[in-house]
């Protein structure tokens, strides 16, 4: 073993350069460091449960007599974020053209496996993917497109619907998410996945491995000898044994050539590849750095001589591959691209790989901007790309010192080139997260019971963990290559998409733990004649100030009541009574107190499950009085039903109505 | 029929709500006497609920069409409601396309709506004194209070009675899980059993009907808001939009345009 792998089995390295200093975005840590963390609890247990649920059940992904490949019978829907802010209808409206093509996909057989998750029934703030799902009757076993469909677009930034919800329902259905900054790029998008899926582009089809391995670094190291070169090598042997399409070429560029000006025609230039994988670096830098918003997950090449050379000075642009340097007349069009690098998908706003600190790491939570620009492109977007939000740690092809394990990439690859949507092709990236989490779970027991606890597989087992979590689709989930063609030449581009309506995007909503973004109302305010805050508005403002607290307690206790309706939603009870003394009966503390004989009783289960109790009289069922029960039962359902949609809707009137006031 | 020795009585007692809407839905009245019978009745109404008690006429068909009436009455109001979104966008768009403050061949809302934002506008422009005076801060303190008690109310279960000809039948606690739990008299037949079961339905639309008239006036608020030009004038969308909401729930033509529609 060299002195450099000597070195790998003490600390464990992420993919990401600080492009602010120089140095690593984190410096690498110990195993002690790391399983000190690991030892801490789990922040959503109800998720880890649920992780552990379905590895154990084996029930993720879609029902298995649903067709992955046929939307008819997966579904397909898009959430926008709730509320009346008429920028996401503009949106929706932008996207049309994927929405109508989808919905005729979807919908074929059975209307309701199209959905559109917005208005009432959009993401609000706050909202738990179990609360989400069960408001639609969906519960934790696999993806019923009767309740919820299988492909999930989340549209929106990760303020607005945050990383840790699109994780959430990730573990069961087939989720990405877009956001761009002008609706113009919500139209492109739109278009270029229609005519990528009606056969009217064509991309070589030919998958293109791009790993850098810089000088005197051992995360590309490790990523270029244990990731890249495996990978290629196993997908070579997949093709090449027929067990794909025939006609797949798969290309590895030496480490040397993995330079910008190589990704410049990989990525919508001449050499244009249908999937491309890059493992790399991602460009990280400090908070408060001008380019950080930019250029953070923008992919390090070759061009950088490495930590020793370059010393600790800050990286320079000609270092990476940066949104920008997508020109106009690129044309990535059809292509889907897998980044592996830090920040490669986005950025979280606070560090997610400690439970000790909440530092922040960024002024709020976004995407990066290369997938933004090779999806909205001008003239045709990729169809997908898939990337880490935060660091990506080598702990994601490598476990027990120096052991590879590229499995789950090699599934992933080999599925997406299979024709399968890469929403249901990441399954197996989701798999692993929740079979990592139920490892950690029966270790954490298994210490318990006494056994003595080893910090180096904890660690491993913890930051797998975390990692498998984070890679995320950015894109519609259900895109699929479709039309690459064994030697396409072709360079299709798509017409210009015309869009009326300004240059826009849906503003991030208030939550208790978010700051507010400023709408341009109150920029506006702030530079408005001072005369305002001089008393000549003293009582409009007091006024105000009462009735902006007024709807925050509102909406505090909104949230809190439909969080309290939506978690005893387990089971709803029914319960019927008879009383010769009607006067006397009282309810207290959940009960009907007095006079009363209980002669029936419902209790209906989240699942569907059902006990009921039926009255009887003299030996026979008092079929009178189970029909009053019945009545009482299908109205309480009814009931139910209408109280979360009024506070869901609430909810979100609430959001809005405080951001304009 | 004598309206005046059989009419039915619906009541509700709460005094969160009470206090701002004395006259919930135009079907359900709460005065003084409702108050001490309430109590006189039996003890279990506490702050913890909200009580709606239907005492209707002893002739079962009237009690019927009352209840009828009632639960049309509240579909509409939330169909009126429904529609409040769809007017304004339907405004703006208006008003987008250049039309002008014109309010002569509008419906009363909206015409008083933009009799409203105009004079907000002018005055705004004309950084006018009297700008101030635009906003009723009673309006300001009477949504403001139902709101308080808006929230109060998520803490209380609904409790509902319904007495026919003068009989106790039946009396229901609705929490804010869901679950229904009902005494129901001995010996009661299925049709006095129907006439509690749409009482329950009358209560629980109701309860419904205030929350979404809440929500309504929120959203009219940001649609409101994106009609006034001047930062300055923000803090008025609130009071139009309840003003709005409220003549919208008030006006007869459409509330008329809607009941023609469905026969």
């Known amino acids: 073993m060299s002195s450099m792998d000597d070195e790998l089995t003490k600390i464990s390295a992420s993919n990401g350069i600080n492009a602010s200093t120089g140095d690593y975005f984190f410096e690498p840590e110990t195993i002690d460091e790391i399983a000190a963390r690991a030892a801490r609890p789990p922040l959503d247990q109800e998720h880890i449960d649920e992780l552990v649920e379905h590895h154990q059940s084996k029930s993720f992904a879609v029902v298995p007599w649903a067709s992955p490949k046929n939307l008819s019978e997966t579904g397909w829907g898009v959430i926008f974020p709730a509320g009346d802010d008429p920028t996401i209808r503009k949106i929706r409206d932008a996207l049309s053209e994927l ?188 908070q408060g750095d001008p380019r950080q918003l930019k250029h953070q997950g923008a992919l390090m090449c070759q061009d950088w001589p490495g930590p020793k050379e370059w010393r600790k000075k800050p990286i320079l642009t000609d270092h990476y591959f940066a949104a920008e340097d997508v020109s106009d007349d690129a044309n990535p069009l059809g292509m889907i691209t897998f980044h592996f690098a830090c920040f490669g998908a986005g950025t979280p706003r606070r560090d997610d790989f400690s439970y000790t600190s909440s530092r922040e790491i960024a002024p709020h939570a976004f995407l990066s901007k290369l997938p933004q620009r090779l999806l909205g492109h001008p003239k045709g977007g990729a169809l997908a790309v898939i990337g880490h939000v935060e660091r990506a740690w080598d702990y994601s092809f490598k476990f027990d010192k120096t052991k590879r394990q590229t499995q789950t990439f090699t599934s ?22 929740a079979e990592l989490s139920t490892e950690i779970t029966e270790y954490e027991h298994s210490v318990k019971q006494g056994k003595q606890p080893d910090n180096y597989e904890l660690a491993g087992l913890w930051m797998q963990n975390n990692d498998a979590r984070s890679y995320v689709i950015i894109g519609d989930p259900a895109v699929k290559l479709v039309g690459s063609e064994p030697s396409a030449a072709a360079r299709p581009t798509i017409e210009p998409v015309t869009v009326t309506g300004i240059v826009t995007t849906p503003s991030a909503v208030t939550t208790e733990s978010t700051p507010v973004q400023p709408t341009d109302k109150e920029e506006e305010e702030k530079t408005a004649p001072e005369a305002a805050d001089f008393g000549l508005f003293s009582s409009l403002k007091e006024s105000k100030e009462g009735i902006q607290n007024s709807l925050n307690e509102l909406l505090d206790k909104t949230k809190q009541t439909l969080s309290r309706v939506l978690s005893d939603a387990t089971s709803l009870d029914v319960l019927t009574y008879v009383s010769d003394e009607m006067e006397t009966v ?76 | 029929m004598n309206p005046g020795s059989s009419s039915p009585v619906f009541q509700f007692y709460d005094t969160d709500i009470t206090y701002s809407q004395s006259d919930l839905m135009g079907i359900w009245k709460s005065d003084e006497q409702v108050e001490s019978v309430s109590y006189d009745i039996s003890g279990s109404q506490t702050d913890d609920s909200q009580v709606w008690r239907a005492n209707l006429p002893a002739d079962l068909n009237q009690a019927r069409s009352y209840l009828t009436a009632g639960i049309k009455k509240l579909e509409i109001s939330r169909q009126v409601l429904e529609s409040v979104p769809s007017r304004l ?36 422009t004309a950084v006018s004194f009297g700008l101030a005076d635009q906003f009723d801060s009673k309006i300001g303190d009477i949504f403001s209070g139902l709101l308080h008690r808006l929230r109060n109310s998520f803490n209380k279960y609904a409790w509902v009675e319904t007495s ?49 008239m809440i929500i309504m006036i929120a959203r009219a608020t940001v649609k409101i808001s994106l009609l006034l030009s001047s930062p300055i004038t923000a803090p008025l969308a609130l009071p139009a939009a309840y003003k709005y909401v409220h003549a919208i729930m008030a006006d007869p033509e459409l509330i008329a345009f809607i009941k023609n529609e469905e026969h």
């Not at chain 1, 080999?414 to 990441?426: E, L």
């Open chain 1, 412 to 433: 992933t690859l080999f599925q997406i080139m299979d024709q399968h949507p890469i929403g249901a092709a990441m399954e197996f990236m989701n798999g692993r997260y």
């Open chain 2, 89 to 124: 966008d339907q405004l703006r768009e208006e008003l987008d396309r250049g039309r002008s403050f014109g309010i002569s061949d509008r419906l009363r809302p909206e015409a008083e709506l933009l009799e409203f934002l105009a004079n907000s506008e002018a005055q705004a």
């Open chain 1, 99 to 286: 929405l109508d093509h989808r919905k005729e996909q979807a919908a074929a057989n059975k209307p309701h496996y199209y959905r559109e998750f917005i208005g009432d029934d959009g993401y609000y703030p706050g909202i738990t993917k179990s609360a989400f799902l069960q408001k639609y009757g969906a519960t934790y076993s696999s993806a019923d497109p009767e309740n919820v469909p299988y492909y999930l677009l989340i549209v929106g930034d990760p303020e607005t619907i945050p990383f840790s919800f699109q994780y959430q329902l990730d573990v069961q259905y087939a989720v990405g998410r877009i956001y761009f900054e002008t609706l113009e790029e919500y139209a492109s998008y739109a278009r270029s996945v229609v005519m990528a899926e009606k056969g009217m582009v064509t991309r070589p089809r030919r998958l293109s491995f791009f790993g850098t391995r810089n000088n005197d670094d051992p995360s590309t190291l490790l990523s270029s000898t244990m990731l890249i070169s495996p990978l290629a090598e196993e997908i070579t042997k997949l093709t090449s044994g027929g067990a794909l399409a025939a006609g797949w070429q798969v290309e590895t560029l030496p480490y040397e050539e993995t330079k910008k000006e190589r990704l410049v025609r990989l990525m919508g230039g001449a050499d244009t590849p249908a999937l491309l994988f890059t493992a790399s670096h991602g460009a990280a830098f400090n």
């Open chain 1, 586 to 661: 009282e309810y207290e503390n959940g009960k009907l107190k007095g006079a009363t004989q209980l002669r029936a009783m419902t209790r209906i289960s989240a699942d569907g499950d059902t006990i009921v109790c039926v009255p009887r009289t003299g030996g026979r069922m008092d079929t009178e009085l189970w029909q009053v029960h019945k009545d009482m039962v299908d109205q309480a359902l009814t009931h139910r039903t209408e109280m979360i949609k009024t506070l869901s809707a609430a909810l979100a009137g609430l959001v809005d109505a405080l951001k304009v006031l």
């Open chain 2, 164 to 212: 026919f000809g003068e009989r106790l039948i039946a009396r229901t606690a609705v929490d804010w899980s869901g679950d229904f739990h009902t005494a129901w008299t001995s010996g009661l037949d299925q049709s006095e059993a129907e006439l509690h079961s749409k009482t329950l339905r009358l209560a629980l639309k109701t309860r419904d009907v205030l929350a979404r």
